[in-house]
Every structure is written in structure tokens, then in C-alpha cells.
């Protein structure tokens, strides 16, 4: 009897986990969403991506190249410079895809909490911090 009871005590808590999970708003977005700097890039063997090495060498310091990402929005701003690109991130397959001429698919690990790199196809990434609020 007392078998029986904690074997329905835990598939009811089993139940109930799973329905929190199912319930539970994703915020997929929140990883990426936000101010960012970058940091570094590291080019790949074929690195093609010219719009941010000339992005890159409009500045003296490539460090004053920031990112902003919404829900579904990035904003990039290097000195004058500003680009407005629409962007979808897919959390299961780490994959940001963002929109402009052609899209430009980028795959998106999170180092730390206050570092991340998107990586292109040919292998060139970018390494972003988190940009610190100013007073």
C-alpha cells in the first residue's frame, strides 16, 4: 500500500514538473538580446565577411564597433556608422540568421555570461561582451 503510494506521489510529481516546463515562457531571445561590444575577430581560412572588416577598418580601434540586439532587431554602430538588419535566432540549433542583402547564417555559443561568439560558415567569429550600462 505504502508502495503504491509513493509511486503515484512521484508520477504526480513527475506530472507536474512537466507541465511547469510546458507552461513556462521561453525567452530564447534573452541570451542575445541587449548591448553588445566587439571584442575581437578572428578570421577564418576563407574569410569573406567584408562588411564587418570594413566595418573594422573605419575605426581605429575596432572595439567601437557596437551591436544592439532586440527581439528581432540588430542595430550596429560603428562611429557614424549605423545598419539597421532584421535577425531570427534558433536556441535549439544555436543559429543566428541575420537579414540584410543576404542572409548570413552565424552559429552562437556563450562563453560566459558577459561573453559570446557567432561564428560564420567560413569559420571567421566574432567575439562580443556585454556592453556595462553607462550612467
Not at 569573406?48 to 580601434?61: A, R
Not at 532587431?73 to 542583402?101: P, W
Amino acid at each position: 500500500m505504502k508502495l503504491k503510494i509513493i509511486i503515484i506521489l512521484v508520477v504526480l510529481a513527475a506530472a507536474v514538473y512537466f507541465i511547469f516546463k510546458m507552461i513556462k515562457p521561453h525567452n530564447s531571445e534573452s541570451q542575445l538580446v541587449g548591448n553588445w561590444k566587439l571584442d575581437s575577430v578572428k578570421t577564418g581560412a576563407d574569410s569573406n565577411l567584408i562588411y564587418f572588416m570594413l566595418l573594422s577598418s573605419m575605426q581605429k580601434d575596432s572595439s567601437e564597433i557596437d551591436f544592439l540586439f532586440t527581439k528581432d532587431s540588430l542595430f550596429t554602430f560603428a562611429g557614424d556608422e549605423k545598419d539597421t538588419n532584421a535577425y531570427r535566432f534558433n536556441e535549439k540549433k544555436n543559429e543566428v540568421t541575420i537579414q540584410g542583402d543576404e542572409k548570413e547564417l552565424y552559429l552562437f555559443n556563450k562563453l560566459n555570461d558577459s561573453t559570446i561568439t557567432l561564428t560564420a560558415k567560413d569559420s571567421t567569429s566574432l567575439y562580443l561582451v556585454k556592453a556595462r550600462k553607462q550612467k
